[in-house]
């Protein structure tokens, strides 16, 4: 039986669009936790740097971006139950999903400094626990003692297929084998980054969800976070 006053730090790492942050925010809202959706906040970076004119075609303006971190202050809130991500005061959730940010957000994100701004924020956001929180470093960086590991994966076909029918539910016009490619290359650049690369905690528990419904996973780590909380 689920110790209902003790709270824990969950991690979810993986790959993108595994369905990370649909499962940790349904886990955070059944017990009552806060999300923190990390890969909104890299995200939210890539955002402020391409409005500033400090990604173009030649690549990322290192140093200048490095520069004005501390212009960018990210935070979090509820609208009709949505979580939307905010910029200095502006609400940037729609634009941080689109395929302009989600094509350069793998190169800012392997700038250490970037990565350090971030991580602190995120560890200040998580220090009272009671947190579910996804992205890629969660278990092996940001929190490496957190109580219960997730790393989620599934084929890259079948992300590439979930994230295209995301795209086209919310009416972008994209094409599956440019989400394919997307995936694929965020994937490498995750995996082979020197800073915090994509890898799985020796003690992350792996769920592999190519054939798995939301339900069974929900269920699944519903299981793992009681066996945890006992
Ligand atoms: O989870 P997502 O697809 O929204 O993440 C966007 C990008 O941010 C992803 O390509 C990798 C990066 N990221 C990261 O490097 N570390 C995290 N903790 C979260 C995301």
């Known amino acids: 039986m689920e110790n209902t006053n003790k709270k824990i730090t969950i991690a979810i790492d993986g790959h993108s669009s595994t369905g990370k942050s649909t499962i940790a925010k349904s886990l955070a809202k059944y017990l009552n936790y806060i999300y923190v959706d990390t890969g909104a906040m890299y995200r939210a970076v890539t955002w402020f740097a391409l409005k500033q004119g400090l990604i173009d075609d030649s690549g990322i303006k290192r140093v200048q971006l490095i520069s004005r971190l501390d212009e960018i202050s990210i935070s979090f809130t509820n609208i ?17 999903r689109g395929l302009e940010v989600a094509n350069n957000v793998s190169k800012v994100a392997s700038i250490p400094e970037v990565r350090r701004k ?42 590439a297929q979930r994230r295209y029918n995301e795209l086209r539910g919310k009416g972008e016009e994209v094409d599956f084998d440019d989400v394919l490619k997307n995936i694929e290359e965020r994937d490498f650049l995750d995996e082979n980054r020197k800073d915090s690369p994509l890898v799985k905690a020796d003690d992350a528990i792996l769920l592999d969800n190519s054939k798995l419904s939301r339900n069974q996973q929900f269920d699944h780590i519903i299981s793992l976070v009681n066996n945890a909380l006992s």
């Open 80 to 96: 009709s139950g949505e979580n939307h991500t905010i910029v200095n005061d502006l609400d940037v959730e729609r634009e941080i």
């Open 118 to 159: 971030l991580v602190a924020e995120q560890q200040f956001l998580g220090s009272a626990k009671g947190v579910v929180m996804d992205g890629r470093d969660i278990g092996t960086v940001v929190f490496p003692k957190a109580e219960l590991k997730v790393f989620m994966t599934a084929s890259a076909d079948v992300r």
